[in-house]
């Protein structure tokens, strides 16, 4: 069966743009549907993330809050928290609803910063050239992507 062949428009939508939820513990969702970037990140104020892709769920682990990261050099931080997170928490909750809404169970990468399943969080973030958008009146990734998921509902939806 083809992975994408029997997939709804969200779906497909995560295949193309993940999903980025960042958290500020494991049991308090901060903010939904992030941009794919370092600048996000930072600016997200937390540790925790956890990124929604449709193959690949990951839950990552910034060293410190990112944005501590650029003006705090000192090694001495704490969590305040177990990493990884225990599954009785929010965040797995997330994670098992996810992998519930899919045909494919997604596999499960937990992971921080430094490590290989750290590299595997980190190569889904994208960079956009918020200069060329704002000079050429262009999109932005995410906005472009948003913009054919509403076709295709449209599209669908008039058939």
């Keep these: 069966m083809n992975l994408y062949g029997s997939s709804g428009v969200g779906s497909l939508v995560t295949a193309v743009y993940p999903r980025l939820h960042a958290y500020m513990d494991p049991d308090q969702l901060k903010a939904s549907d992030?941009?794919?970037?370092?600048?996000?990140?930072?600016?997200?104020?937390?540790?925790?993330?956890?990124?929604?892709?449709?193959?690949?769920?990951?839950?990552?682990?910034?060293?410190?809050?990112?944005?501590?990261?650029?003006?705090?050099?000192?090694?001495?931080?704490?969590?305040?928290?177990?990493?990884?997170?225990?599954?009785?928490?929010?965040?797995?909750?997330?994670?098992?609803?996810?992998?519930?809404?899919?045909?494919?169970?997604?596999?499960v990468v937990v992971g921080h910063a430094g490590t290989d399943e750290g590299t595997f969080f980190e190569a889904h973030l994208i960079e956009d050239d918020q200069s060329a958008i704002d000079s050429e009146g262009g999109f932005s990734l995410g906005q472009f992507l948003e913009f054919q998921a509403q076709q295709v509902t449209r599209y669908i939806e008039g058939l």
């Design 34 to 107: 992030l941009p794919l970037s370092w600048k996000a990140l930072m600016a997200s104020e937390c540790h925790l993330f956890l990124l929604e892709a449709r193959t690949s769920i990951c839950i990552y682990l910034a060293d410190r809050p990112l944005a501590e990261a650029a003006d705090d050099t000192s090694p001495e931080h704490t969590l305040g928290f177990a990493f990884p997170p225990a599954r009785d928490t929010a965040i797995w909750q997330h994670v098992e609803t996810i992998r519930r809404q899919e045909f494919n169970q997604p596999r």
